[in-house]
Every structure is written in structure tokens, then in C-alpha cells.
């Protein structure tokens, strides 16, 4: 490859949510995404994922600033937090709705587990039962009547519909890319996701998926139990006429009992450890940089 025809250098990112302290498998993920675009003098951008207004704390972002910075990473300023943008996804969302791939759900939580309960072949998927589309059987009156009379909702992806929608614009089936392998589209495993509801103005899966195209992301590194939800992420993708970055998923970084690090478990935060006299090369070691 000449120097003319030189491939567009890496841009990956790390996005946090500041609902806690950052553990060893934030460090992994964050150092990953940094080597990535090391390879190429690529751009590593950070990004604060902070919709969760009633678990996100202004001082975990402070403390994830902290953490990154003493692990020896640096990242380009201002940093793209998400509450701040709240009108993108509002845009993206009235794209999808003009499409005719969403609709209202009003379930509760406490409806969806009985209806489950009852059924004896509800379909599983990787993150527990899914969703057994009952709005998506109401009529377009039982919708509207239901919306008039003030019932919260939340604005959920019609699955079958989207992908009808989503195969016609892309001519046919289409892929996406995991460690230049390609992957087959096909988001069934997770149902007819949840994209906004009204105590969040956007779901992770929309937000990340404008976000990444937003911020010129090509390469999004993450860990494996994200597999899934790449499928409806490269599906938003096709909806939206967004690009497609590639993905690697990476193994997670698991606790002494074999269970995944997190936060609600208590798994020990980087400030402990620092604390404890471990250095930024003490925590690439032990995450296997």
C-alpha cells in the first residue's frame, strides 16, 4: 500500500458510565482501546455516558478523569458527555418513528414478568427473557386512546419490521465486522429492545450508536457481553444511514470467584488498589498488558 492509499488512522474510544469507581476491567477496557490507536498513531477519544441521571454522580466523573490520568492515558478535550446531547438522539429517534419501526409500549415491568411467568415458551436471549411484544399487538386506536389518557410509555423497536426496512435500504442482508471477521446480522436474540422511556430520553443501545458515528469512532473495542447488542447496534446503523466501525470484543477481566468485575459486586476500585501501593505498570500487569 503506497503512502497515497494509507488507510484513515484508528479512532477508538472508552466510555464510561460515572455510577462508580473504575475497577481493573475499566483499566483493561481503556488501555485496549489506547494500544488500538496507538498502532496506527490512531485518536483515542474518552466519553462520559451519563443518561442515567438518577445513578450518575458528578464526582465519579472526576474520579474517572483522575483514574485514566494517573493509568498514563490522555484523550482529546472537550469530552462528549452524553446528557449534554440529548437532541441528537431526539433527532435519531424522529428518524426511526418517520420509518414506522417504532412503537409505544406501556407495560410495566411488574405486567412484562407476570405475562413471561405465564407463558410456557417465552423466548430467552442473552440477557434473560425477552420482551414477548404485547403492545406491539395493540391497534392503532387502543394506542392512541392509552396515550391520551396519559398512561407513561416507553418507545420500543419493532424488530421484524426494522430489519424488513433495514434489508431493503441495504439492498439485502447485511454484516458487520468483529476482529475482521464478519458477522451476519441478525439481532433476534434480544427482541424488540427498548430505545427511550420516560425516565431516560434515550436507551445505551441508540445513544452509543449516534454517538460512535457522531464522533468518527472506526474502531469500537469492548468487552464480550456486548456481542449482542452489536447486532442492534448494526441495524440502528442501517436505519439511520449511519457507518459501520469495526468491533473487536475482548475477554472480560474476571474476579478470584470467576464472576465478572463490578461495581455492585464491590469488586476493588483503582483508587483502592493505588492506595494499596500499585502502580500504573502493577495494573497493566495484572490485566495482561
Known amino acids: 500500500m503506497t503512502k497515497a492509499q494509507k488507510r484513515p488512522a484508528t479512532v477508538t474510544r472508552f466510555a464510561p458510565s460515572p455510577t462508580g469507581e473504575l475497577h481493573l476491567g475499566h483499566a483493561y477496557a481503556a488501555l485496549l482501546a489506547q494500544q488500538a490507536a496507538e498502532r496506527d498513531d490512531g485518536r483515542f477519544l474518552l466519553r462520559i455516558e451519563d443518561i442515567d441521571a438518577g445513578r450518575c454522580r458528578p464526582e465519579f466523573v472526576a474520579g474517572i478523569r483522575e483514574d485514566l490520568r494517573w493509568l498514563g492515558l490522555r484523550w482529546e478535550e472537550p469530552v462528549r458527555r452524553q446528557s449534554e446531547h440529548l437532541t441528537d438522539y431526539r433527532a435519531a429517534l424522529d428518524k426511526l418513528d418517520a420509518l414506522g419501526v417504532l412503537y409505544p409500549c406501556f407495560c410495566t415491568r411488574k405486567e ?45 423497536l419493532d424488530l421484524a419490521r426494522a430489519m424488513a426496512v433495514a434489508e431493503h435500504k ?56 456486548l456481542f449482542f447488542a452489536t447486532h442492534i447496534h448494526r441495524l440502528l446503523q442501517v ?18 470467584s470467576g464472576q465478572r468485575l463490578s461495581k455492585r459486586d464491590g469488586a476493588k476500585a483503582l483508587r483502592t488498589l493505588r492506595s494499596e501501593g500499585l502502580g500504573p505498570l502493577d495494573i497493566r500487569r495484572l490485566v495482561g498488558l
Not at 126 to 142: N, Q
Not at 239 to 244: A, M, Q, V, Y
Open 112 to 156: 412484562i414478568a407476570e405475562e413471561i411467568a405465564s407463558s410456557p415458551s417465552a423466548p430467552h436471549g442473552p440477557d434473560g427473557l425477552v420482551y414477548p411484544g404485547t403492545c406491539r399487538r395493540l391497534s392503532a386506536d387502543e394506542r392512541l386512546a392509552k396515550m391520551e389518557s396519559g398512561a407513561p410509555y416507553a418507545l420500543r
Open 170 to 225: 441495504a439492498g439485502g442482508p447485511f454484516s458487520w465486522t468483529d476482529a475482521g471477521t464478519p458477522i451476519a446480522c441478525d439481532p433476534n436474540a434480544l427482541g424488540d429492545v427498548v430505545l427511550a422511556r420516560k425516565d431516560s430520553p434515550v436507551s445505551y443501545h441508540l445513544a452509543v450508536t449516534v454517538d460512535d458515528a457522531l464522533q468518527g469512532v472506526t474502531l469500537v473495542t469492548r468487552a464480550k457481553d
Open 239 to 256: 436505519l439511520l444511514d449511519l457507518p459501520s466501525p469495526s468491533y473487536l470484543h475482548h475477554d472480560l477481566i474476571l474476579g478470584e
